[in-house]
């Protein structure tokens, strides 16, 4: 049962990835990249890592995808006519990534793992919240400051809207109107 | 993760195979809510029909059945007989899996929510986080209804809901980051059960009854963020006056707009189901759920069942409270613009969700450490819990309430500067 | 600068869009959701009304009258009676000239009842206030239909007076609507005056300031909002107003919510207004009709001498002008209207730039049209 | 029955091998920005499972697994935030989000 849930959701990972790096229109492969992130978030439940599946719909599905989303959405007009989807010779890359996944399986085969016999703890999120604030306090501190910084800079770099406001008539005309008196004051 | 379930006591099968128990367990449970969901939005299309009506000296829906209450059957009726159109232009699967992508994920909120004294589909131990995560899923739905469509409207509407969903979604988070404070975990099904005896003390003082009235609401940061929880679910439902997304005196029917027949109406569904869900939560983490005076008692007396029942009544009660409050405000208050949408959600509640959050710190701090953990600095062991509930309410009522009108101060309008006409 | 240009987006609002009052088009460029240009596109319910007075007998165009401005039948036929009046040298009577006034300041409190009904609408406010005023507006046509027999067509004027004395039991309805009248502004302006969400959405919005107002010769309570006391009834007294007191309210700033406050207060004046002719109507003489038009047959056999005239009264929505020529004949030369929402829609484009398109359907809503009048 | 019974940890380890494969192909074939950044997400998500497959199999009682996972999950969003923002950005002054037509940082 569980081999049979697994063998679905690892297939549906695969595909849905294949798709997010062949789409030719990028919305297609966005909607594709949230499934696989969606696909992921169920093995790490199958996984009973149940707060970091939820935390992996959570951020990227709920949030990251959906950033993405927008951002295409800004800069949409231009992925009307996007060029295909690959640059250069990407059978090379293709020949590479498939020598790559090829080496890397055999690894995998290769290597004894030393399986646990460990009963799983019965509540896990409290005692990764308790890891987050003793062992582990100092990488969160500063993956909190990372975030703050990543916010800033994200406003700061996506700002620039302020300044291009179009003037209403009721601006025109105060600006109209502060010419006006410093023309007066200017010449007496 | 399977708590004990009521069904699965009643559907006992004889040598059975495990995993065939379980899934049909789990099919009747999803059967259940999914028809209660969809029994629950046609009685709330029905009621919000009638109540805005009230409100505007009219009468509503009143032909179809008695007090027209089958009006939502005769509409639905409708909606499956018209013609489905997918505009020529559009994309085609996204638009069609649209409205889906925005359902799934509200039906999935249904299965952890507590429903009554026992009644619990299941008992996720990070309920709290997978509401969140869940209900952030539909704005994918929406994105996809609004490109796809390839209608200006759509996209307007879907950039419009998307922006209005993260900026809500923030305050939304941090207001039940309080309640997961103060419950010391992020299973809904515990809240309730943590939400019994009087108001504001709980079951802290000895000898005093169980009235199932210790709801967090009574108590300063479950008061705050209980409002501001509120006003957020109000933004995720996109209620008035956080319509934005799809404005129809703006933008037609925002990312709705290309969507006939069934497939507007599965929006429909969506809309009014998530506002359900967001009832029944707030009345879980903050309205005490399924506790009320009685409750308790019945529990006490052996009655389990009736107890559930009664339990399963006063959180449906709560719940279709809340919805009615929705509705009146519907009815009573223009929509907000953009920016003001954001700039509320930026510059009030988020500000009082974190303080709130303070708040919710110190009171467990004042609650239920010991002299030690406070350094040996605030002597509380020689006080009983009620005194040391007493002191936290105290100190947090003053942080809160000042903390509320100094958000409002700062962020009140400058003072008028008007184009002067001269006379 | 040209690197930074951001993406422009054009939307059409309109021909047939929930907001627009009509069937009426607005073409909008927006910059995310700011409005950069905004061009107003009429002529979808144009119906050859100019064309067709001038094919038909004088009469026969009072009913068409009724349909430019199809909220305020009365104020449109009463411009049209003034002209006519004017051409061909009619007496109008006293008590005539009072059920006019009379009926011409019920449709202002039916008008500006609805017309901020549905700016509140507009903003997203479910009917919710627009059922209120429409309340009262039911009660003001159960009024209409008892003097003229229709609610809203009512065709009740006509050359030399009114087509019918008022009923006897008109005036004891008149006076209980009165009676509630006062507690409807109240309760209305209450719920609506200070509601924080309507300060937030109307005040700062649209501003037309004085000047740029008077350029574009708007007028009615667009033109009083921006601070210009100029009212037909004042400025060219026509039938009894002359001897009626009254005050003309005029706003600050020019925003939509000066606007709608300038609604509020006309509605009050309105009832001022009501007060005094229900006081004097019973002593008034002469009847309701100059006796020499009394019957249908010589209102057709209208022939005005030859010459010009122009009348305008002060419609709901501003000045509302019929121009008429004659050549002697039993139709005129020439006939045109001066409607008052087309006028006052020449500015929208320039009050909409710079604010939201969120804003846009409040700015419209603001300016108070109706398509019927501004395609003719 | 849980997972551990049911399915080797290679599976797992070569199912995240293959996904972090087709990402690395990403990164190197898309030409825009943003198909960039979905293969670079695919990646790090592979690694991700990496992570809680060894949590899981290997060491259940150390949280050491979990809590690196929660981290990349915060740099991936921190990541993507900032990353969106410069497609954005570059978007406005470029006119394009092709990772070619951009050769010279010059404003």
């Known amino acids: ?165 179009t003037p209403t008539l009721a601006d025109d005309i105060a600006a109209q109107r502060g010419a006006a008196d410093r023309a007066e004051d200017g010449t007496p | 993760m399977n708590r004990t379930i009521v069904i699965s006591q009643i ?173 010391g975990g992020m299973s ?196 009983a819990p009620w005194q040391r509930i007493g002191v936290a309410a105290l100190v947090t009522a003053v942080i809160n309430l000042g903390a509320t009108r100094w958000v409002l101060r700062i962020n009140r309008a400058p003072a008028a500067a008007p184009v002067v006409v001269p006379a | 600068m040209s690197a930074h240009e951001s993406q422009l987006l054009q939307v059409n609002i309109g021909p047939q869009h929930p907001s627009t009052h009509g069937v009426f088009r607005m073409e909008v460029t927006l910059d995310g959701e700011t409005v950069v240009a905004l061009r107003p596109v009429f002529g979808y319910l144009h119906r050859n009304h100019e064309q067709l007075a001038e094919a038909s007998s004088y009469i026969q165009t009072m009913p068409y009258t009724d349909r430019l401005d199809y ?82 067509m009512c065709n009740y004027f006509r050359f030399g007076g009114v087509v019918r004395d008022l009923p006897p039991e008109f005036l004891p309805y008149f006076d209980q609507l009165m009676r509630g009248l006062p507690a409807f502004f109240d309760e209305f302006e209450q719920l609506l005056r200070d509601n924080e969400i309507i300060v937030a959405r109307s005040s700062g919005i649209g501003i037309l300031p004085r000047d740029v107002a008077a350029g574009y010769s708007v007028t009615g309570p667009v033109l009083r909002g921006s601070g210009v006391p100029y009212d037909i009834r004042r400025a060219e007294p026509y039938g009894i107003y002359g001897e009626l007191a009254f005050d003309i309210p005029v706003g600050s700033v020019g925003d939509v919510y000066d606007r709608t406050l300038v609604r509020f207060a006309e509605m009050r004046q309105s009832y001022r207004i009501l007060q005094q002719i229900r006081e004097r109507l019973p002593d008034t003489g002469g009847g309701h009709i100059n006796p020499a038009l009394a019957n249908f047959g010589k209102q057709k056999a209208l022939r005005p001498p030859a010459g010009e005239a122009y009348a305008r009264v002060e419609s709901p929505k501003g000045e509302l002008g019929f121009y008429l020529v004659s050549d002697g004949s039993t139709q005129p030369y020439r006939y045109k209207v001066r409607a008052p929402s087309f006028i006052n829609l020449t500015p929208l484009g320039a009050m909409c730039r710079g604010h939201l398109l969120a804003d846009v359907v409040v700015i419209l809503g603001s300016i108070d049209i109706v398509m019927g009048e501004v395609d003719r | 029955m849980s997972m551990i019974d049911a399915v080797p940890l290679s599976w797992v380890l070569t199912l995240a091998a293959i996904l972090f494969c087709i990402g690395l192909f990403g990164v190197i074939v898309r030409r825009s920005l943003i198909g960039v950044l979905f293969g670079v997400e695919l990646m790090l998500n592979a690694v991700n499972i990496n992570l809680i497959a060894f949590w899981r199999y290997l060491e259940p009682n150390l949280v050491a697994g979990q809590v690196f996972a929660l981290f990349i999950i915060t740099i991936a969003a921190a990541e993507a935030a900032v990353g969106l923002a410069m497609v954005i950005a570059v978007y406005r002054t470029r006119r394009t989000i092709v990772a070619d037509d951009m050769r010279n940082l010059q404003g």
Request: glycine share 8%; aromatic share 10%; hydrophobic share 60%.
């Open chain 1, 1 to 165: 049962m569980v081999t049979v849930i697994f063998i679905a959701i690892a297939s549906l990972i695969i595909a849905s990835a294949v798709l997010v790096v062949i789409s030719r229109e990028i919305v297609r492969a966005a909607l594709w990249l949230i499934a696989t992130f969606f696909a992921v978030g169920a093995l790490y439940l199958l996984l009973e890592a149940e707060f970091i599946g939820v935390a992996q719909v959570l951020v990227y599905v709920g949030a990251v995808s959906i950033l993405i989303l927008f951002a295409i959405m800004l800069t949409r007009q231009h992925e009307r006519h996007e060029p295909a989807w690959r640059a250069g010779p990407w059978w090379i890359a293709l020949a590479g990534v498939i020598g790559l996944a090829a080496v890397l399986i055999t690894t995998i085969g290769a290597v004894p793992w030393r399986l646990t016999d460990d009963d799983l703890p019965v509540s896990r999120a409290p005692q990764l919240g308790t890891a987050l604030m003793r062992e582990y306090l100092l990488p969160f501190q500063l993956a909190a400051i990372v975030l703050l910084v990543a916010l800033i800079g994200a406003v700061v770099i996506a700002m620039e809207e302020r300044r291009r406001r």
């Open chain 2, 188 to 383: 809904l099904a515990r809240m309730p059960e943590l939400q019994a005896g009087i108001p504001l003390f709980g079951s802290s003082i000895p000898g005093a009854p169980d009235l199932g009235l210790g709801w967090f609401i009574f108590t300063p940061v479950g008061l705050l963020g209980g409002i501001i929880f509120f006003i957020c679910a109000l933004a995720e439902g996109e209620r008035t006056p956080f319509d934005i997304p799809e404005a129809d005196s703006e933008i037609v029917a925002g990312y709705m707009t290309e969507y006939s027949g069934m497939k507007f109406a599965v929006f429909y569904i969506a809309q009014y189901l998530l506002n359900f869900a967001l009832a029944v939560l707030s009345a879980v983490v903050f309205l005490g759920g399924w506790q009320g005076p009685g409750v308790a008692w019945l529990a006490d007396a052996g009655l389990g069942a009736a107890a559930s029942l009664l339990s399963l009544l006063w959180l449906l009660l709560k719940a279709w409270g809340l919805f009615m409050l929705m509705v009146v405000i519907r009815a009573a208050v223009p929509r907000l613009r953009v920016d003001q949408l954001m700039s509320f959600a930026w510059k009030y509640l988020l500000p009082l969700a974190l303080v709130n959050v303070a708040s919710a710190a110190l009171w467990v701090g004042l609650t239920e450490w010991s002299s030690i953990e406070w350094g040996n600095l605030l002597p509380v062991d020689g006080l």
């Open chain 3, 71 to 152: 909220f305020n039948s009365m104020t449109s036929n009463y411009g049209y009676a003034l002209a006519v009046e004017r051409l061909a040298g009619i007496e109008v009577p006293q008590r005539a000239s009072y059920i006019r006034a009379l009926m011409s300041e019920l449709t202002r409190i039916l008008n500006h009842a609805t017309a901020i009904g549905f700016m509140i609408n507009d903003m997203g406010a479910w009917h919710t206030a627009l059922q209120f005023g429409m309340r009262e507006r039911e009660k003001i046509l159960d009024l209409f239909e008892m003097a003229s027999g229709a609610r809203m």
């Open chain 2, 11 to 183: 559907l006992v099968i004889e040598q059975a195979p495990g995993w065939l128990v379980a899934a049909l367990n789990h099919a009747i449970i999803a059967g259940v809510l999914l028809i209660g969901g969809a029994i629950t939005m046609m009685l709330q299309v029905w009621v919000e029909r009638r109540l805005i009506a009230r409100m505007q000296d009219r009468l509503g829906p009143n032909r179809v059945g008695p007090e027209g209450i089958l009006q939502s059957i005769a509409d639905g009726i409708k909606m499956f007989t018209k013609e489905d159109i997918i505009p020529r232009a559009a994309d085609r699967w996204v638009h069609l899996l649209a409205p889906i992508v925005a359902l799934a994920p509200i039906a999935m909120m249904l299965a952890v929510l507590p429903w009554g004294r026992g009644l619990v589909a299941v008992d996720l131990e990070v309920g709290v986080l997978y509401i969140a995560a869940v209900s952030s899923i539909s704005g994918v739905g929406l994105m996809m209804a609004g490109w796809g469509s390839r209608n200006t409207f759509a996209l307007l509407g879907a950039m419009r809901s998307i922006a209005q969903l993260i900026a809500y979604e923030i305050p939304l988070i941090i207001a039940l980051l309080g309640i997961v404070l103060l419950t």
